[in-house]
């Protein structure tokens, strides 16, 4: 059960290191400095940056399901 617990924690984590370094780039390319935001509207930014990535895992989970299935998506 531990290991579990800490294969989470480590899996949150990186998530969020992951989002961070998106929201990060986002804001330069929309001109900005994250120094211009206050922690709120960052926390908002990383927040979005995370559910992104969750749906980009889930959506390549089940591409690679299909694709262990032999089953070809089009579209």
């Known amino acids: 059960m531990k290991l579990l617990k800490s294969s989470r924690q480590k899996y949150k984590q990186a998530l969020r290191d992951k989002a961070i370094k998106r929201a990060k780039t986002r804001i330069i390319l929309a001109g ?44």
């Open 32 to 75: 900005k400095q994250p120094e211009d935001f206050c922690v709120e509207d960052l926390e908002v930014v990383v927040q979005e940056e995370e559910e992104k990535l969750k749906s980009e895992i889930k959506e390549k989970g089940f591409l690679a399901v299909l694709a262990l299935l032999g089953i070809s998506w089009i579209g």
